[in-house]
Protein backbone atom coordinates (compact mmCIF):
# COMPACT_ATOMS: atom_id res chain seq x y z
CA UNK A 1 0.00 0.00 0.00
CA UNK A 2 1.27 3.21 -0.84
CA UNK A 3 0.62 6.57 1.22
CA UNK A 4 0.92 9.38 -0.16
CA UNK A 5 4.19 11.65 0.88
CA UNK A 6 3.72 13.90 3.91
CA UNK A 7 3.71 17.22 3.20
CA UNK A 8 6.71 19.20 5.18
CA UNK A 9 6.27 22.31 5.74
CA UNK A 10 9.32 25.23 5.75
CA UNK A 11 8.96 26.21 9.36
CA UNK A 12 10.46 29.66 10.01
CA UNK A 13 12.20 30.83 12.94
CA UNK A 14 9.61 33.00 14.66
CA UNK A 15 10.41 36.61 15.05
CA UNK A 16 8.21 38.53 17.17
CA UNK A 17 7.30 41.91 15.56
CA UNK A 18 8.62 45.24 17.76
CA UNK A 19 6.04 45.82 20.47
CA UNK A 20 6.72 49.72 19.83
CA UNK A 21 6.90 50.21 16.20
CA UNK A 22 5.25 49.54 13.18
CA UNK A 23 7.73 48.38 10.38
CA UNK A 24 6.78 50.74 8.04
CA UNK A 25 9.73 52.48 6.77
CA UNK A 26 9.86 55.00 9.28
CA UNK A 27 13.13 55.39 11.93
CA UNK A 28 11.85 55.36 15.68
CA UNK A 29 13.98 57.92 16.63
CA UNK A 30 13.76 60.13 13.50
CA UNK A 31 10.15 60.12 14.50
CA UNK A 32 10.23 60.43 18.15
CA UNK A 33 12.81 62.88 18.37
CA UNK A 34 12.39 65.17 15.24
CA UNK A 35 8.83 64.37 13.69
CA UNK A 36 10.36 62.85 10.76
CA UNK A 37 8.45 60.40 8.90
CA UNK A 38 10.63 59.95 5.91
CA UNK A 39 11.38 56.25 5.02
CA UNK A 40 15.04 55.50 4.66
CA UNK A 41 16.69 52.04 5.23
CA UNK A 42 16.40 50.87 8.63
CA UNK A 43 18.65 48.60 10.68
CA UNK A 44 17.02 46.24 13.49
CA UNK A 45 18.16 47.31 17.21
CA UNK A 46 17.59 45.47 20.18
CA UNK A 47 16.86 47.53 22.99
CA UNK A 48 18.28 45.16 25.88
CA UNK A 49 21.48 44.38 24.31
CA UNK A 50 24.67 41.43 25.61
CA UNK A 51 22.56 39.19 27.92
CA UNK A 52 19.31 40.37 27.48
CA UNK A 53 19.55 40.72 23.66
CA UNK A 54 17.39 37.12 23.67
CA UNK A 55 14.74 38.72 25.84
CA UNK A 56 14.31 42.00 23.80
CA UNK A 57 13.50 39.42 20.85
CA UNK A 58 11.35 37.26 22.96
CA UNK A 59 9.48 40.44 23.84
CA UNK A 60 9.68 42.34 20.76
CA UNK A 61 11.75 44.91 22.64
CA UNK A 62 13.34 46.42 19.44
CA UNK A 63 13.13 49.29 16.79
CA UNK A 64 13.98 49.96 13.56
CA UNK A 65 16.80 52.69 13.28
CA UNK A 66 18.36 54.40 10.19
CA UNK A 67 21.94 54.26 10.06
CA UNK A 68 22.68 58.01 11.70
CA UNK A 69 20.81 56.67 14.90
CA UNK A 70 21.71 53.12 15.03
CA UNK A 71 25.41 52.97 14.60
CA UNK A 72 26.86 55.95 12.41
CA UNK A 73 27.59 59.31 14.21
CA UNK A 74 26.92 61.14 17.01
CA UNK A 75 23.65 60.57 17.79
CA UNK A 76 23.46 56.83 16.92
CA UNK A 77 22.69 54.85 19.97
CA UNK A 78 25.57 52.96 20.36
CA UNK A 79 27.18 55.88 20.43
CA UNK A 80 24.90 58.04 22.44
CA UNK A 81 24.04 57.26 25.98
CA UNK A 82 20.83 60.11 25.99
CA UNK A 83 19.46 58.09 22.73
CA UNK A 84 20.16 54.93 24.29
CA UNK A 85 17.87 55.99 27.60
CA UNK A 86 15.63 56.78 25.38
CA UNK A 87 14.98 53.62 24.01
CA UNK A 88 15.81 51.71 27.36
CA UNK A 89 12.99 53.88 28.81
CA UNK A 90 10.50 53.30 26.25
CA UNK A 91 10.91 50.15 25.90
CA UNK A 92 10.48 49.20 29.83
CA UNK A 93 7.25 51.10 29.15
CA UNK A 94 6.01 49.82 26.06
CA UNK A 95 6.90 45.93 28.51
CA UNK A 96 4.87 47.62 31.63
CA UNK A 97 1.48 47.68 29.31
CA UNK A 98 1.56 43.53 29.32
CA UNK A 99 3.60 42.92 32.75
CA UNK A 100 4.18 43.81 35.99
CA UNK A 101 7.39 46.44 36.83
CA UNK A 102 8.52 43.61 38.64
CA UNK A 103 8.95 41.12 36.04
CA UNK A 104 10.75 43.70 33.82
CA UNK A 105 13.30 44.02 36.82
CA UNK A 106 13.71 40.32 37.41
CA UNK A 107 14.15 39.61 33.53
CA UNK A 108 16.16 42.12 32.27
CA UNK A 109 18.32 43.37 36.22
CA UNK A 110 17.15 46.65 36.30
CA UNK A 111 14.92 49.16 36.33
CA UNK A 112 15.13 52.43 33.85
CA UNK A 113 12.01 54.48 34.74
CA UNK A 114 12.91 55.46 38.09
CA UNK A 115 16.79 57.44 37.17
CA UNK A 116 16.35 60.76 36.96
CA UNK A 117 12.50 60.77 37.64
CA UNK A 118 10.61 62.42 40.27
CA UNK A 119 9.33 61.33 43.56
CA UNK A 120 7.00 62.57 46.22
CA UNK A 121 7.95 62.51 49.74
CA UNK A 122 5.24 63.00 52.58
CA UNK A 123 4.48 62.57 56.00
CA UNK A 124 1.94 59.62 56.59
CA UNK A 125 -0.30 59.37 59.96
CA UNK A 126 2.14 57.79 62.39
CA UNK A 127 4.73 60.67 61.37
CA UNK A 128 6.86 58.03 58.74
CA UNK A 129 8.38 59.76 55.37
CA UNK A 130 6.36 57.93 52.31
CA UNK A 131 7.46 58.39 49.25
CA UNK A 132 5.67 57.59 45.68
CA UNK A 133 8.50 57.44 42.89
CA UNK A 134 8.09 57.61 39.24
CA UNK A 135 6.76 60.51 37.63
CA UNK A 136 8.55 61.91 34.08
CA UNK A 137 8.02 65.50 35.32
CA UNK A 138 7.58 67.30 38.32
CA UNK A 139 4.14 68.43 36.90
CA UNK A 140 3.14 65.24 36.79
CA UNK A 141 3.78 64.83 40.91
CA UNK A 142 2.24 68.14 41.41
CA UNK A 143 -0.34 66.57 39.63
CA UNK A 144 -0.69 63.68 41.64
CA UNK A 145 -0.21 65.11 45.03
CA UNK A 146 -3.53 67.81 44.20
CA UNK A 147 -5.20 64.24 43.54
CA UNK A 148 -4.62 63.03 47.36
CA UNK A 149 -4.30 66.47 48.69
CA UNK A 150 -6.10 65.48 51.59
CA UNK A 151 -4.11 62.48 52.30
CA UNK A 152 -0.67 63.97 51.78
CA UNK A 153 0.94 65.67 55.01
CA UNK A 154 3.88 67.89 54.10
CA UNK A 155 4.06 66.56 49.97
CA UNK A 156 7.12 67.52 48.58
CA UNK A 157 8.38 66.85 45.18
CA UNK A 158 12.46 65.79 44.58
CA UNK A 159 13.97 65.24 41.57
CA UNK A 160 17.42 63.23 40.88
CA UNK A 161 19.82 64.16 38.61
CA UNK A 162 20.29 61.26 35.95
CA UNK A 163 23.96 60.14 36.15
CA UNK A 164 25.19 57.18 34.05
ZN1 LIG B 1 16.77 58.04 12.39
ZN1 LIG C 1 21.77 48.01 17.75
Known amino acids: ?34 GD ?21 AYGLKVYLCIEHHTAGPAAVHNNADNMRILQRDGQRAFEKEHTREEFVRIFGKNYL ?12 EGFIRIKRGFET ?14 LDYPMVFGDAYEE
Request: proline share 6%; glycine share 6%; with cysteine.
Open 138 to 151: SEEAYEWINKHRRR
Open 114 to 125: DDGNYRVEWIDD
Open 37 to 57: YGRKPLQEHHIFGGPNRIHSE
Open 1 to 34: MMYPKPVYKKKRKQHKPSILQFKDGTCYLCTRLN
